[in-house]
């Protein structure tokens, strides 16, 4: 029986190895973390992640050939196959700090490796990692390795969430980098036999290392920019009259740019992007590329501009303050059908909001009141490292009411913001929420999820992101 065990059980090493363990019955899959709360949570009813179908996966196999635990060591010294999906956050400070990827937890997981290792493995890249990583954790395994042999491969995993589960069973495509040597072929063949059991072989695209990390910083850098490129246009759309949905549309029906990732927001959020551009900038950097470095940064100033507009635009169309003005917002993870905030939006329009010294009333269906608190107390880039060791400084979230109900939130609130597009936010009464709040009522819908027109027929003033401006914003100072 193959044995495979996955260091991180987060947001992707717990639904990769679950759907694994589902998919192949013969081969046993352990999923081991530092975090003894994680795995306490995968190990009960209430999963540490809100993915919509991973319980039913995990319960099918959890006790069969799927086990999660911290006996980190054991697995590994057991496994055939070991697959690293650890946090590799920004740097925060000395050397590349605020762009270069973080690898402590990587090398922390190689050395591990190496120290426990009885016999020869094959170690996967799942976490996404800078290009060359491979060659340095080569070089740790390979130097401390008393006389075993290592294969590193790269198998970057290209998941979205609030569907990792559909993206798993049926991915574009499965990507592995190896070495162009016979072993290192021999292990690329090992672990496409793994997907082979569920994932068609033209869909297993197989190429050299570097080929494989980069790929995966370009994907993400791709998929954000046209989020940016969409978002550029809805300013332009705002200034000029047109309709940036009719434009996404109109754009999307040439089948060489096609329709998907063209909806304007309020901006791009979730732990992969940012993180990932401005690696890839810092690479670009480092091998004196200045131009493309500037070409790649451009996508996130695009996508900061963007959350400022929104802001922004709030508080202009209030007579330009917030002050003491209490403000619904509706959502806080980075999209919907995930409970997962980091980078989300939610935390840029709301601190700004906080610093115009509004009064924030917060409803999400999926995030708690202590994550928002949380959220919102923490410096930049400080979320992205094992949950345990994330600083929980006093917050200083007084003028925050998080509540569960968005009609709890709207009561008295003199506007109402939509960050997060969950589709129960489609849906709401909005007469009886008009009728709750203070006039005039705004909504300020950041994924043009609502009906304005009905919206303005019952009485609110809507702004919608890229739609021509209602009357009363248009009169309001302009927003840059
Ligand atoms: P995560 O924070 O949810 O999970 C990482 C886990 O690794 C944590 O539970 C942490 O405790 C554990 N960990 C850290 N160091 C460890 C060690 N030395 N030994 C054992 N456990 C350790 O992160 P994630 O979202 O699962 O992302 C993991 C990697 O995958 C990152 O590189 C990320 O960029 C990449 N990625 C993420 C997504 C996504 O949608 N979240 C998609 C594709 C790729
Ligand atoms: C992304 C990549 O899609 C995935 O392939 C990679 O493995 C991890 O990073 P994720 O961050 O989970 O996945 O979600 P995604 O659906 O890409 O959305 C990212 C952000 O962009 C969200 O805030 C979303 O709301 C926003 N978005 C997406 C838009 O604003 N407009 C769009 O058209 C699409």
């Known amino acids: 029986m193959v044995k495979i065990c996955c260091i991180g059980a987060g947001y992707v090493g717990g639904p990769t190895m679950a759907v694994i363990a589902l998919k192949c019955p013969s081969v046993e899959v352990a999923v081991v973390d530092i975090s003894v709360a994680r795995i306490t949570a995968w190990n009960s009813d ?3 992640i809100y993915e919509p179908g991973l319980d039913e996966v995990v319960k099918q196999r959890r006790g069969k050939n799927l086990f999660f635990s911290t006996d980190v060591e054991k697995h590994v010294s057991e496994a055939d196959i070991i697959f690293v999906s650890v946090n590799t956050p920004t740097k925060t400070r000395g050397l590349g700090a605020g762009k270069a990827a973080d690898l402590t937890y990587w090398e922390s997981a190689a050395r591990m490796i190496a120290d426990v290792s009885k016999s020869d493995k094959i170690v996967v890249e799942k976490s996404t990692v800078p290009v060359k990583t491979a060659e340095a954790i080569e070089r740790i395994l ?3 390795s008393k006389g075993i042999k290592y294969q590193i491969l790269s198998n970057p995993e290209f998941l979205a969430e609030g569907t990792a589960i559909e993206d798993l069973f049926n991915p574009d495509r499965v990507l592995i980098g190896g070495r162009e040597t016979t072993e290192g072929q021999e292990a690329i063949k090992a672990l496409k036999a793994v997907y082979a059991h569920w994932v068609p072989e033209e869909r297993i695209i197989c190429t050299n290392l ?3 990390e980069l790929s995966k910083l370009a994907a993400n850098a791709f998929l954000a920019q046209r989020i940016s490129s969409v978002n550029a246009m809805s300013a332009l759309c705002e200034a000029t009259g047109a309709d940036v949905s009719q434009v996404s549309h109109a754009v999307g029906k040439d089948t060489r740019i096609g329709p998907k990732f063209l909806n304007a927001s309020v901006g791009f959020g979730g732990s992969c992007f940012q993180k990932d551009i401005l690696n890839l900038v810092y690479i670009c950097e480092c091998n004196g590329l200045t131009e493309v470095a500037n070409y790649w940064k451009q996508v996130i100033k695009v996508n900061d501009y ?5 802001v922004n635009r709030i508080v202009s169309s209030m007579f330009n303050t917030v002050s003491g003005k209490k403000i619904a917002v509706l959502g806080f993870a980075f999209k919907k059908d995930t409970g997962d905030t980091r980078e989300t939006p939610a935390i840029d329009v709301c601190n700004g909001l906080l610093g115009d010294n509004a009064r924030l009333n917060i409803y999400d269906p999926e995030v708690t009141e202590d994550q928002i608190k949380r959220d919102l107390s923490m410096k930049k880039f400080d979320w992205d490292h094992p949950f345990h060791l994330q600083p929980m400084s006093p917050t200083s979230t007084k ?3 998080v509540v569960w109900d968005a009609y709890e ?6 506007g109402l913001c939509i ?3 969950w589709d129960e936010f489609k849906k709401l009464d909005y007469k009886k929420i008009f009728d709750s709040m203070q006039k005039p009522a705004f909504v300020f819908d950041g994924r043009n999820i609502v009906n304005a027109e009905k919206l303005r027929e019952i009485g609110f003033i809507v702004y919608s992101i890229g739609k021509p401006l209602d009357p009363w914003l248009k ?4 927003v840059a």
């Open 46 to 48: 209430v999963l540490p």
């Open 142 to 144: 390979t130097h401390n």
């Open 210 to 212: 570097w080929s494989a």
């Open 306 to 310: 963007q959350k400022n507009r929104f």
């Open 399 to 401: 003028q925050v009411n």
């Open 409 to 414: 939130a709207a009561k008295d609130a003199h």
């Open 419 to 421: 960050i997060t597009e």
């Open 475 to 478: 009169d309001m100072p302009a």
